[in-house]
T-cell receptor, first 109, second 114 residues
Framework: GQNIDQPTEMTATEGAIVQINCTYQ??????LFWYQQHAGEAPTFLSY????GLEEKGRFSSFLSRSKGYSYLLLKELQMKDSASYLC??????????FGDGTTLTVKP | KAGVTQTPRYLIKTRGQQVTLSCSPI?????VSWYQQTPGQGLQFLFE???????NKGNFPGRFSGRQFSNSRSEMNVSTLELGDSALYLC?????????????FGEGSRLTVL
């Protein structure tokens, strides 16, 4: 089976940087996704990592270490609109997706 | 292009009834996957359909079933509803499938079982 752990809640200040960690245990790893979900809305895609290293996309970056079963999502220059739940999801080469329970980020002025 | 459309958005059922939810994917996407989201269990994978065939299945009882039509629209059915089936049911479409593709989620169907 698959096991994904991420912190339940985090709080940060507008303009700051926050790092949301995700650790996983799986067999047949085939990529890790990060999604953002605002309250009452559908999740939206943020990033995809399948190889080790850092993927940067504007204010958001995602890092993966397959040997450590570890990823993080880095959000820079935080804005109030970044307050949301951030979901880490792991895919296997059997085609199954497992989502973490999500990290609720609250950005304060 | 139009996004993923799910209907109905909200519905209320009673225990023992059955429900059918519909999902229309983004035009050109052949993969539709279904998820159950609850506060206690998070987002859990139900199944994926690709070109009318079920390609993967999560760990849900047989009361949960689905199908996909030739136009890629998908339906999921839950029979003999239980209180614990109350949840937000999300569908996602993808060009290449859940294994490698970015998922585009619909707004969801919120089911309440009384």
């Amino acid at each position: 089976g698959q096991n994904i752990d991420q912190p339940t809640e985090m709080t940060a200040t507008e303009g700051a940087i926050v790092q949301i960690n995700c650790t996983y245990q799986t067999s047949g790893f085939n990529g890790l996704f990060w999604y953002q979900q605002h309250a009452g809305e559908a999740p939206t895609f943020l990033s995809y990592n399948v190889l080790d290293g850092l993927e940067e996309k504007g204010r958001f970056s995602s890092f993966l270490s397959r040997s450590k079963g570890y990823s993080y999502l880095l959000l820079k220059e935080l804005q109030m609109k970044d307050s949301a739940s951030y979901l880490c999801a792991v895919n296997t080469n059997a085609g199954k997706s497992t989502f973490g329970d999500g990290t609720t980020l609250t950005v304060k002025p | 292009k139009a996004g993923v459309t799910q209907t109905p958005r909200y519905l209320i059922k009673t225990r023992g009834q059955q429900v059918t939810l519909s999902c229309s994917p983004i035009s050109g996407h052949r993969s539709v996957s279904w998820y159950q989201q609850t506060p206690g269990q998070g987002l859990q994978f139900l199944f994926e359909y690709f070109s009318e065939t079920q390609r993967n299945k999560g760990n849900f009882p047989g009361r949960f079933s689905g199908r996909q039509f030739s136009n890629s629209r998908s339906e999921m059915n839950v029979s003999t509803l239980e209180l614990g089936d109350s949840a937000l049911y999300l569908c996602a479409s993808s060009l290449f499938g859940t294994a490698t593709g970015e998922l585009f989620f619909g707004e969801g169907s919120r089911l309440t079982v009384l």
